[in-house]
């Protein structure tokens, strides 16, 4: 469960970043279309998230903001 937690948070910030370029560039369509990704990708990952102790979702958290 661990590891598709972290990869849907990947994922996330992925289509994040892609996100903000594409606002950078004015870009509706695109802003549109990575908001969505990222909305699906962080639900996937709360999904999983709350399948493991919450222990195991700090040391996962902190593990990805190093």
């Known amino acids: ?3 598709k937690a972290t990869t849907w948070m990947a994922k ?3 289509n994040n970043d892609l996100r903000d ?3 950078g560039l004015d870009d509706e ?3 549109a279309k990575y908001d969505k990704l990222c909305e699906r990708a962080y639900n996937k990952y709360l999904e999983y998230c709350d ?3 919450k222990r195991e979702v700090a ?3 902190k ?3 190093q």
Do not use: H
Request: aromatic share 4%.
């Open 29 to 31: 369509r695109l802003v």
């Open 59 to 61: 040391n996962m958290e």
């Open 51 to 53: 399948e493991l102790p």
């Open 12 to 14: 996330y910030d992925l």
């Open 63 to 65: 593990q990805m903001n």
């Open 21 to 23: 370029k594409a606002e």
């Open 1 to 3: 469960m661990v590891n």
